[in-house]
Structures are given as C-alpha cells and as structure tokens.
C-alpha cells in the first residue's frame, strides 16, 4: 500500500473519530414530558422544541425544561420528589404570632414557543431552577405573607383556616389583595391582653362592590399557570401553639357552657312551651266542648221548632182536615136529609094513592085481625062460668048461653068498626 493511501485513510478515520465526538452536538431528542430551547452556535438566535421527537442541535446550546413540575414548600420529604430540606415558608399573623406553612403547588410551564423563549430572553431565566427560586418562591412567599397578615394566629388556627386557603388560591390566580390599615381590637395570642393595633383589611370596588382589588400578578405574560394549591400544615411556634390549644380548651369549655346553658334555656323553653301547649290544649278541649255544647243546644233547639212546626202544621192540616170532613159531613147530611124527604114525600105520596085507591082496607083488617087475637085469647084464657042463669033483656028476663052472647056482641061490634072510617079522609096532606 503507497504512503497516498495511508495518508488518506487516516484523514478518514480522523474525520470519522471527529464526527463520532461531535455527533451529540448535531442532533437533540426532546423527551416527553419535556421541551427543550436552543441558542444557535454562531448567531446566538434563540428557538424552541415543545414536541417530543428529534430536532437538530448543530452545536448549539439547549436547555432542557419540564412541561409541568409540583413545587414543594415542605417542612418535611414525605412526598415522593420533595427535597431533604426544610422548605417550608415562614409568616407573621397580625398579632405578631409566627408560623411555617407547608404546602405543595403544580407549576405548568409555557406551551407555546414564543412563551417558551420569552421566559428566558425578556424574564431572564435561564433554567427552570431559576424559574422556581426567582419566580415562583418570591410570588407564593408574597402571597401567603399577605394572606397571614389578614388575620390572627388563632384566627387561622379556626374560625379563619378555610379563608387562608381561600384568599392564598385567589392571590396566586390574580395577584396579591390590595390592602388598606384600619385600627382594631387585638388579642395577643400569648398574654391574652387586648390592645388597639393598626391592621391590614382587603380593599374592595366599593362598600357595595366587595369585589377585592390586587396588585400587579407576576404570573401574568409568562405563560405560566400554577395549579393544586395545597396547604399540608401549619407550624406555629411552640409557645403559640400551647396558646391556642389553651385558648381552644377555654374556648370549648365556654362553648360547652353555653350549650349547656343554651340546653337548659331551650329546656325551660321547652318546658313553658309544652306547658303553654298543655294549657291551650286543655283550653281548646273545653273550647270544644262548649262550642259542641252550644251547637248541640242549638241543635235540640232548632229539632225542637221543628218538631213545633211540624205538630202546628199537623195540627193545621189536621184542623184543615176535620173542617173539610165536617163540610163533606153537613153537605153529605143535607144530601141525606134531601133524600129522606124525597123518599119521605115519595113514601108518603104512594101510601095516600094506596088509601084512596082501596081506603085502606089492607091496614084495617090487619088491625081487627089483631085486635080478635087478643079477644080470642083473653077468652081462651078466662076460666070462670061463661053460662049465666038469668040475663035481662028488652022483652023481660031470658035465659041463655053468655059465651054466645059475648061472641054475638064483638061480632057486631067488629061489623060496626069495619064500616067507621079509621080517620084516614081522602084528599089529606103529609106534614113535612
């Protein structure tokens, strides 16, 4: 092989070991979950990858930055990813009482690329450790400051916790409140003395408009949005704690007090109440029964005018109705009377045509027939001597039978009565 070969196998294998050194340096892999900015080798123009795949480096400098990373403000490392170190942050409430609040928060990073650069040639910051120290730090510190400064250690120990967490969100979503000093009544935590303290109050729109006002949001214009803002705890410093635990048990026990005497006043109250409910109970009972007594009286009442009412008009109609019998009665006894005197003028009419007709022959022999059977019995019936020894006549004395006399004399008298006339005369009238 001639030295010309050696010479240019060599070159080959220098440029060969010069590429494989430089290859890192020409082409970059973005990672998920990542993006990555480039400064140019020779221009210094700055771009942004925020896709995952490859892109060229040519030499350039690039920094690696995470899409979205959870920031701990811990006092501890019980979370998978937080710092062997006290991170905690440190604030003073408006009663002078200190505390460390510990917490976590979601940092999403910028998604576009213009954001991306901006972050770092208009901001400043050049690795997102510099975004955590110089951005986010600073911003929730002011915020959580501010926060505590609205309120007393024992405040946010109870009656006020859920309005830390409240305000501390809405201060990190649109900036620290605007606030103005007003002088209040203040219990320090620690000698339980009240005193006069100037103290910091959320400026609103208006008195109508409770809207708060904030300050200017660093946030804003980074494309930086932070999420799940979460407190862990709160540290109060030792003297403070056994403070609030004392104020806490005296509170209870005030609390407690009250309840119980609350209990017993609801009791009491109770008590008259269920009294008074007895009393208008037993009132309304005999309510009751006096209306139901009224109303049965007036019922009985009006049973009784109607039973008087309706006797009356029984009574009427009754009355109506012997009146009505009576006129049917005396109207039915001038009938009857009509017709007896018709039958009585009739009957009378035909016996006098009968006795002028055969002048009563009928009724006369009835009447002498009746008359001898009397005779014939009365002699039937005698039982003395009928036969007489001497009987004076006309001519002298005669001698004779006296039942043949007595015979011969009713037997003339009988022709004598049959041709008198009986007093019944033609021509005579009826009497009505």
Known sequence: MSIKKYVML??????????????????????KGTYQ???????????????PGLWGQYFGDIDVWPKAETYFFTADNDTKGDVDEDTSIEVRFNDGS????????????????????????????????????????PTLRNVLRSTANLMSARESYSEKRLDFITWSRDQIDKGVYKTKAEIKEVEDLVTGEKTWKEVKT????????????HEANPM?????????????????????????????????AVETAKAEA?????????????????????????EQDKIKA??????????????????KNVAVIAGEQRKEVATLDRDAAKLKKQELIFLGEGQAKQKKLVLEADGALEQKLQAYKEVNKYYANAIKEYKGNWVPTTVMGSNGASKGNGAS????????????????????????????
């Open 10 to 31: 060599s070159f080959i294998g220098m440029f060969l070991i010069i590429g494989l050194i430089c290859a890192g340096s020409l082409v970059e892999t973005v990672e």
């Open 37 to 51: 900015i480039k400064q140019a080798a020779i221009t210094g123009d700055m771009s942004a990858k925020m896709t």
């Open 98 to 137: 200190m505390c460390k609040i510990s917490g976590t928060l979601r940092i999403i990073m910028p998604t576009t690329e213009k954001e991306a650069i901006a972050l770092v040639t208009e901001r400043g910051h050049k690795t997102y450790k510099d975004v955590q120290e110089k951005l986010i730090k």
């Open 202 to 213: 959320i400026r609103t729109v208006s008195d109508e408009d409770l809207t708060p006002l």
């Open 220 to 252: 804003s214009g980074t494309g930086i949005v932070l999420a799940n803002f979460e407190i862990k705890s709160f540290i109060y410093e030792k003297k403070v704690q056994i403070q609030i635990s004392a104020q806490q048990e005296a509170r209870m």
């Open 262 to 286: 609350e209990k017993a006043k609801q009791g009491e109250l109770k008590a008259i109440a269920e009294g008074k409910m007895n009393v208008a109970t037993a009132k309304y009972e005999k």
């Open 294 to 311: 009224v109303v049965q009286a007036q019922q009985e009442k009006e049973v009784q005018e109607l039973n008087a009412a309706r006797d």
């Open 405 to 432: 006399a007595l015979i011969d004399l009713l037997t003339a008298k009988t022709a004598k009565d049959l041709s008198l006339d009986m007093g019944i005369k033609t021509g005579a009238t009826v009497k009505k």
